[in-house]
């Protein structure tokens, strides 16, 4: 079974220092990583994905399959990153079900 | 707004009750995705329908039942409400069935008094 673990409920930083928002999963084959995000009075929409090795908004995330991790890295972060951050799994099928599986969420809130 | 619409927004009923939540995907997604997010969870995948058909099923309650119809709206039926129930509801939208990005709804709201 799949299983993706966001340690940390609230996360507090300054503006202008690094965040770093952990995520953990556990899947016996090869899954895709996500992180979703929630901007206050807004939809969850994506925001990046492992596969695609892109920057947005700044941040960053690598997969890290011997540490079974994906956390998400921004080296200076902005108020306007504050946010509901999730971290999402989706096991690769054949059948091509994508159904994702959610983390419970990091709340980030940038200090100004 | 050929965005996600779920209704209704808000919805309070008592235990015992019957309701209906629906979906209207995007303008030509053929993917819908039923979520649930009770307090303090994460978003807990129900069900997963692509192009009229059942795609996959997560931890969805035998008294919830799901559909999609011809049109590609889906319905979210939940039976015998407990109060436990209570929870944001989330439905999602994607063009293909093996895609990664879900474009999601407002959520319906539903409170079990």
């Known amino acids: 079974a799949q299983r993706v673990t966001q340690p940390e409920k609230l996360l507090s930083v300054f503006k202008g220092a690094p965040v770093e928002l952990k995520c953990n999963y556990s899947y016996s084959g090869s899954p895709e990583l996500f992180w979703y995000v929630q901007y206050s009075r807004q939809r969850l929409q994506l925001l990046l994905r492992h596969i695609s090795r892109e920057s947005i908004k700044g941040f960053t995330a690598d997969l890290n399959k011997g540490e079974t991790s994906f956390h998400l890295k921004k080296p200076f972060a902005q108020e306007e990153d504050s946010a509901m951050y999730y971290c999402?799994?989706?096991?690769?099928?054949?059948?091509?079900?994508?159904?994702?599986?959610f983390g419970t969420g990091t709340r980030l809130t940038v200090i100004p | 707004d050929s965005g996600v619409t779920q209704t209704p927004k808000h919805l309070i009923t008592a235990t015992g009750q019957r309701v209906t939540l629906r979906c209207s995907p995007r303008s030509g997604d053929l993917s819908v995705y039923w979520y649930q997010q009770s307090l303090d969870q994460g978003l807990q995948f129900l069900i997963q329908y692509y192009n009229g058909e059942e795609r996959a099923k997560g931890n969805i309650l035998e008294r919830f039942s799901a559909q999609q119809f011809p049109d590609l709206h889906s319905e979210l039926n939940l039976s015998s409400l407990e109060l436990g129930d209570s929870a944001l509801y989330f439905c999602?939208?994607?063009?293909?069935?093996?895609?990664?990005?879900?474009?999601f709804g407002e959520g319906s709201r539903l409170t079990v008094l």
């Open positions: 999602a939208s994607s063009r293909l069935s093996n895609t990664g990005e879900l474009f």
């Open positions: 999402a799994l989706s096991p690769v099928k054949q059948t091509g079900a994508n159904n994702l599986f």
